[in-house]
């Protein structure tokens, strides 16, 4: 599933692929991929591409907004070629000069949404802050810790504590520091928030300058891959650095890896 660095790599491909191109129409190839609150097509000319937490935030000439979520398995494909398609293709964003932008997405959870860009979208309102910035701290993940009796993975999974974090990078950032991830949220001390946001904030910066991580749907939108995969020390891994042989548990119903050794 395409976490923060990924989804800010699909931006950062937007940016570069469909600024400044206007939209004249949607293909829907699948029904409820794309809901609209407008019933033309005509939606404007692209002038801003975003993310927050792992939502792709898209605005238009005419003050729309596109909120688009990849969940599981969604990809943006952008085509010079209109009439091109992909195996999983939902939807065809259709620009004014022939190309369009895919969606394909296998499993079908993802979606395009369009509102008035004055709209509130509470999935998005009720996100907590983004991890790179600097309301990020120890003491506010502390603070959201003592609410919470969880273990301190699926603290870091929650999208209303922090903005973006998945599977994969909890694993890392708890493997980073040194924490089981079994461990309560509530009784780590000041230190160990203090090592969780750090390593955090280091990890996703690098994965994003490689581009995300490429494990199995994930692709940018040129459809080159993320190398962060190179660097990870747990997830799905077999043996740690030191030696010990990773373990694999269920915390929150999300495959775990960690090694018992560097991790207590
Ligand atoms: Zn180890």
Redo the contacts with the bound molecule.
């Keep these: 599933m395409p976490e923060l660095p990924e989804v800010e790599t699909v931006v950062r491909g937007l940016r570069r692929s469909v600024l400044g191109k206007t939209v004249t129409d949607i293909v829907e190839h699948r029904p409820g991929t794309v809901r609209s609150s407008y019933t033309d097509a005509e939606h404007g000319a692209i002038t801003a591409v975003s993310r927050r937490g792992k939502y792709i935030l898209i605005m238009t000439s005419k003050r729309r907004k596109f909120i688009i979520h990849l969940r599981m398995t969604g990809k943006l494909i952008y085509t010079d070629d209109r009439n091109s398609t992909s195996s999983h293709c939902r939807a065809a964003v259709i620009f004014a000069d022939n190309s369009a932008l895919i969606f394909d997405d296998v499993r079908t959870f993802g979606s395009i949404r369009i509102i008035p860009e004055e709209s509130l979208s509470p999935q998005i309102e009720a996100l907590g802050p983004e991890p790179l910035s600097r309301r990020f701290t120890a003491d506010y993940l502390k603070e959201q810790a003592q609410q919470r009796k969880i273990a301190i993975k699926t603290l870091l999974l929650d999208q209303r504590v922090i903005a973006g974090l998945g599977n994969i990078y909890a694993i890392e950032i708890l ?1 980073a520091s040194g924490i089981d991830p079994r461990q309560r949220a509530d009784t780590l001390n000041e230190a160990r928030f203090a090592a969780i946001v750090s390593n955090t904030k280091t990890i996703l910066k690098k994965a994003i300058r490689l581009n995300g991580t490429t494990i199995s749907d994930f692709r940018r939108i040129d459809e080159k891959s993320g190398s962060f995969q190179e660097f990870l ?2 997830y799905q891994k077999k043996t ?5 042989p ?1 373990e694999k548990t269920t915390i929150s119903g999300r495959s775990t890896y960690f ?5 207590r």
């Design positions: 493997h020390a747990v740690c650095r030191c030696g010990n990773v090694c018992a050794v560097c991790q």
